[in-house]
């Protein structure tokens, strides 16, 4: 007896669900950790921070599940318990202040109980994600219209640019000298050293430059100290780690084609898909005062923007005093709430760990996530 099996659109689409999901492979929560940071450094967060790997189950640990947040919060949880997440990552760190003790007490500490009862990882990148060139304030300028933006504090490299923080200069007009001195700072752990030809009040000298760490720049003084004919003329230089391209907290845009106040608002609406926005207004401005200039600032704005100057202001959220300091310079300000100028990033930052991790694992957005203000 011959049976006919009827495949609907629907039916179809559920088969190529489950072959794709299928399709795809673990990752190990080490390797995965270790291509979370190459997309976008922990290197990069502020110093206050708290990001990386924040709950971690026995391992080993495989992750084919990466759950995408804000915020993580009780109902999240859920939901990410409920799609079989093996690691959440939180824009947000759900633990920011140090916990004393892990009970049923407060819904934090909840998070982490049934992270772990449940063998789930939490990671938050935070800052390290605003900074970042293709990061939370990259996404936020889109909404602007076409512009050229720089970060408003850009972010310095993790290393110097040649061995040790400090660099010693000064001259020798012998060769004796110059043995001397070649001969003693070799002794010096951490130094490198170059030398040059010079020639002053038609004198030959010989330019000794060091490059060394704080701990070797105390002997190389020390010994300088000794030999008076050297120590006088010594230039001692503080190196910098140099700023990362395109890398750091804010934005600070310049649009291609001044647009009405009016405009940027309806613009920012749209792109953050909100039916509203607060408005300060700037002394002097009007709906139809013209924008060129943008500094903006997903989530708390107040630290970054203070003192930038701008026709507009773009943030989550600022201090009543702030704002009124910004409207007193005839700067507008918006105020979108904290994680209304975040949470849309997540969208693009699925798509783009899709591609970085060759769509190794599923990477799902959270459906219950959301600003906890609204407008009423």
Known sequence: MLSRVLLTPTTIRLVHSLICSSSRSFMDLKVLLSSLNDF????????????????????????????????????????????KSDLILSYHPPIFRPLTHITWKTWKERLVIQALENRVGIYSPHTAYDAAPQGVNSWLAKGLGVCTSRPIHPSKAANYPTGGTHRVEFSVNSTQH???????????????????????????????????SQEALLQVM?????????????????????????????????????????????????????????????????????????????????????????????????????????????????????????????????DMLGAHLENKINIILSERDRDPLHVI
């Not at 971690?56 to 949880?77: A, G, I, K, Q, R």
């Not at 002794?187 to 030809?197: G, M, P």
């Not at 924008?291 to 202001?313: F, K, N, P």
């Open 40 to 83: 976008a450094s922990l290197s990069l967060a502020e110093s206050w921070d708290n990001v990386g790997l924040l709950v971690e189950p026995s391992p080993p640990h495989t992750v084919n599940t990466l759950f995408l947040t804000n915020d993580l919060t009780e109902e999240v949880m859920e939901e990410a318990l409920q799609k």
């Open 178 to 212: 110059l043995d001397k001195v070649i001969s003693a700072v070799k002794e010096i752990a951490n130094i490198s050293i170059t030398s040059f030809s010079t020639r002053t009040d038609d004198e030959e000298q010989t330019r000794i430059s060091l490059n060394c």
């Open 222 to 350: 020390a010994f300088l100290s000794q030999n008076r004919q050297f120590y006088q003329k010594t230039e001692i230089l503080l190196l910098e780690k140099p700023p990362l391209p395109q890398t750091g907290m804010g934005r600070l845009c310049t649009l291609d084609e001044p647009a009405s106040l009016a405009t940027m608002i309806e613009r920012i609406k749209r792109h953050l898909k909100l039916a509203h926005v607060r408005l300060a207004l700037g002394v002097g401005r009007t709906l139809e005062s013209p924008v060129r200039v943008v500094a903006l600032c997903a989530g708390s704005g107040s630290t970054v923007l203070q003192g930038v100057e701008a026709d507009l202001y773009l943030t989550g959220e600022m201090s009543h005093h702030d704002v009124l300091d910004a409207a007193s310079q005839g700067i507008n300000v918006i105020l979108c709430e904290h994680s209304n100028t975040e949470r849309g990033f997540l969208s693009d930052l699925r």
